[in-house]
Nanobody, 115 residues
Framework: QVQLVESGGGLVQAGGSLRLSCAAS????????MGWYRQAPGKQRELVAV???????NYADSVKGRFTISRDNAKNTVYLQMNSLKPEDTAVYYC?????????WGKGTLVTVSA
């Protein structure tokens, strides 16, 4: 089993910044990808950003140029630096890990951006 613990959510004004962290622990043998998804009220969960084992990254169009995903392999931790936040970024952000064909999810951290 893999456990994911997220931190860094909170309330911020539009234009502000937040940094999310997600630490993975447990039976970690090979992490193929780490990423962040988000789910706003009344909407489906969507991919925000992902970083694969090689270090390549992919972002949702809505966050390109504003968000940056990174990882610390030694700590099995993934980060999401969010700048120039907008009210439409308000959502619960979930950490996701793909390891040996299995998906693991964090419990989520709430990000609220006020206008």
């Amino acid at each position: 089993q893999v456990q994911l613990v997220e931190s860094g959510g909170g309330l911020v004004q539009a234009g502000g910044s937040l940094r999310l962290s997600c630490a993975a622990s447990g039976s970690i043998f090979s992490i193929n990808a780490m990423g962040w998804y988000r789910q706003a009220p009344g909407k489906q969960r969507e991919l925000v950003a992902v970083i694969i084992r090689s270090g390549s990254t992919n972002y949702a169009d809505s966050v390109k140029g504003r968000f940056t995903i990174s990882r610390d392999n030694a700590k099995n931790t993934v980060y999401l630096q969010m700048n120039s936040l907008k009210p439409e970024d308000t959502a619960v952000y979930y950490c996701h890990v793909l390891s040996r064909g299995s998906d693991y999810w964090g419990k989520g951290t709430l990000v609220t951006v006020s206008a």
